[in-house]
Every structure is written in C-alpha cells, then in structure tokens.
C-alpha cells in the first residue's frame, strides 16, 4: 500500500506511481510547473555604483564603489516589496545610507537611514516587511574570528 501522494498497486511486485501536483493534491511536479518555480527566485548579476542611486525592480546584488563621500540609495518602497531582499557590499571607505529613514537596525529599533558603515569590505542585507528594511544581517570586513 501507499500513502498520498504514492500509490502502490499491492502484491508481490507492485506498480508504484506518484500523481502530479494541482492546487489541491500533492505530487510531482511537472517540468512546466518546476520552470515556473525557478524562475520566481529573484537572480540578477552584482551592480556596481559609483554615484547616488536608486535600487532598481531586478537590483539584488549592489557595491558601493562611490569614492570621496557618503553613497545615497533610494530603495524602493518596503510597501510595494514586502519579502524582497536586497544585498550590500562596500567596495570603498565610505558610508552607504538610505535617503529615507525607512531602515531598521540589527537590533531592531527605530527606521534610520544607516545601511553601511564606512568601511571597505562590509556588507549587509536588507528585507523588506512591508513597512520598512529590516537588516537581518551585517558582515564588517574587520570581523575578528575567534577559534
């Protein structure tokens, strides 16, 4: 015998099957619906910048290469992007900021505008919860690693 989705035709040697996966019935896959689900994971090659921004509909991945001052982002509305992520990579020593105060802090907190401090190396990432930019994550290239 099977259990749903797998169906077993009993016996000695039985036929074993699987049926396909609808709205309502778990299953397979079938390789239309499997190119459907690949293709909604957000994949775009790193952008770099080297100016004031806005963040794009397909940015994922940014650098900030902007030399001699602080680097401004306009990321999109948290409202219109609830889920989306976005990645930061300091490329020089300067900070990367958000022109609204529409970024929550690691420790959560009040929305500010502070995404990336001024140093090479750091990174961050960025989600969207429908209101504002959690950063749910803060890489400083200095990190000490202790074993």
Not at 67 to 76: E, Q, R
Not at 109 to 118: D, P, R, Y
Request: include cysteine; hydrophobic fraction near 35%.
């Amino acid at each position: 015998t099977g259990t749903a989705p797998i169906a077993s035709s009993g016996g000695t040697t039985p036929a074993i099957s699987i049926s396909q996966a609808s709205t309502s019935t778990n299953g397979y896959l079938s390789s239309t619906d499997w190119n459907t689900f690949n293709n909604k994971q957000a994949i775009s090659a790193p952008v770099t910048k080297t100016a004031d921004f806005s963040v794009a509909a397909t940015d994922l991945w940014l650098i900030n290469n902007k030399s001699g001052s602080t680097c401004t982002a306009t990321l999109p509305a948290a409202s219109s992007y609830s889920g989306r992520v976005l990645h930061f990579q300091n490329y020089q020593a300067q900070t990367l900021v958000s022109a609204s105060s529409n970024v929550v802090p690691l420790a959560g907190g009040a929305a500010g505008t502070s995404i990336l401090l001024a140093s090479s190396g750091d990174s961050a990432t960025l989600v969207s919860d429908g209101s504002n930019w959690l950063m749910t994550q803060y890489v400083p290239n200095n990190i000490l690693l202790l074993e």
